[in-house]
């Protein structure tokens, strides 16, 4: 069962994710949003979402430095 909280968080990661998915196809170029503009959009819902129910957030993962990508681990 979620939250009050958590459910005002989960309707407005559905609205927004609605709403530039609908941008990203719009039949004019111009008027969709650019990779930055969607990212930004996104990091700030995140940190919207941190402040309103930090558990709808998925944990973080580590991050692997471009140097060790696609090197087999023994």
């Known amino acids: 069962m979620y939250t009050s909280e958590e459910v005002c968080g989960?309707?407005?990661q559905l609205?927004?994710?609605i709403e530039m998915g609908l941008q990203?196809?719009?039949a004019e170029r111009l008027k969709r949003p650019t990779i930055a503009e969607v990212v930004s959009?996104?990091?700030k819902l995140d940190a919207m979402i941190q402040k309103i129910s930090p558990s709808l957030?998925?944990?973080k993962l580590p991050v692997v430095p471009a140097s060790a990508r696609g090197q087999v681990r023994s």
Do not use: I, S, Y
């Open 10 to 12: 989960l309707q407005l």
């Open 15 to 17: 609205k927004t994710c």
């Open 24 to 26: 990203c196809v719009e």
């Open 41 to 43: 959009r996104l990091n």
């Open 57 to 59: 957030l998925p944990p």
